[in-house]
């Protein structure tokens, strides 16, 4: 950590989110600024372990600001997890002359970041990129706005359809242990019922909203369902109990699954990415490591990978607050 940083690799890792290109890019332009030589890793931690390496220059990423995944490709790395994978990605990068590396992913990401720098002592900044917005220590996550977008888009599209033929659709969105996708889209597209998994509804609520609606002349509902909702055991089965219960209904079930990963990024993911890939560089040239940078009340802020990993982003109680009263 004492000697001068004179190169950063930067790698994407887990699951891709729309702006992780404009954060690829703000970091090498970032190097350009500061005169610092800029490394991209392909295919995350494998390409450590591989020495996947490509010299990144502020020409190399014009252009990329705008599309989305991650021109770096991104992959899951089993090797990663051992002790003789990291040291061989310990080994390419100091064979590279690396100093730093920046990686953009979620909480498996920062995982393999932390463990690595315990045991190589290697300066590591993290930049959350997750369409989940699960990650704790910032208030938004590289992709969810892009996300959130999507899917209002859909059930917007799927609301015309519903209308038209007195049809009740269960919309299953991403996220596995959060719902903040589900919950915010819900709330933006009107919603009549958002399952989420931070709060167990009940089968019995949910069919008594159903019955309430039905009784104030409802004839189509939207139901925004979180993936890692426990209700039923997945989406399907629970619109044929619910089927069971309303045999008038016409019942869909629409999954909305990876295209809400795509997609070119929103302006403010752009903003948000550019503004984190800024910031990660600039902390590593500080001799900071071993956090990640987020954005808190529209600033800047980092925290410890470590708390990044271990704790909850917790849902907005007033949302949920928000969503019964306007599903009335």
Known sequence: MNEPIKKIAVLTSGGDAPGMNAAIRAVVRACTYYRVECVGV??????????????LSGRNVSNIINKGGTILKSARSEEFKTTEGRKKAYENLKKEGVGALVIIG??????????F????????IGIPG??????????????????LNTVVEVIDKIRDTAS??????????????????????GIGAGAEEILIPEKNLGLERLVESLKASKEKGKTSSIVVVSEGDKIGKNVFELGDHIKEIFPDYDIRVSVLGHMQRGGSPSCRDRVLASRLGVAAVEHLLDRTSGVMVGITNNQVTTVGLNKAIKMNHDIDQELLKVAEITSV
């Open 130 to 147: 997750t369409i989940d917005n699960d990650i704790y220590g910032t208030d938004r996550t590289i992709g969810y706005d892009t996300a």
């Open 164 to 185: 038209s033929h007195n049809r009740l659709f269960f919309i299953e969105v991403m996220g596995r242990d959060a719902g903040f996708i589900a919950l915010n889209s």
């Open 106 to 115: 979620g909480d498996g990401t920062f995982t393999g970041g932390l463990k």
């Open 42 to 55: 392909y295919r995350g931690y494998q390409g450590l372990i591989e020495g996947d390496f490509e010299a």
């Open 117 to 124: 720098i315990h045991e190589f002592n290697f300066p590591v």
